[in-house]
């Protein structure tokens, strides 16, 4: 069966949210366009607001799909997140930027969450 890139991101950011719901996240929002980019999923994670970046691939011949993350990614990500805090007034909430790799190369779905993937909070 083929999948194009746009099925794969989506499949992905569904398997990585119940993936964190199994691990106590609360979901907030998912798919948040702000004009510095989008954050696939906005979260909680105890008392931190969480910016979830999901990487997904089928094949792994180019790395790992948290490894796909450029530095012009994290820029946007970043800028994304400071603007969501704005936005929404959150500035009061401990913030951090979580990656999900979602690795669809074998039969079944492997997902790892790491964790402050910018090493800033």
Known sequence: MAYNRKETGEFGEKLAAEYLKGMGYRII???????????????QDGEYLV????RTKRRLGYGLPAESVTPRKK???MA??????????LEHFPCRIDF????????EPRLELIKNALGEE
């Open 75 to 77: 820029a946007h990500l």
């Open 29 to 43: 929002q998912t798919n948040c366009r702000l004009p510095e980019g989008e954050i696939d999923i906005v979260g």
């Open 51 to 54: 910016f979830i970046e999901v």
């Open 80 to 89: 994304s997140a400071e603007s969501y805090i704005q936005k929404h007034r």
């Open 100 to 107: 999900v790799s979602v690795d669809l190369s074998q039969p």
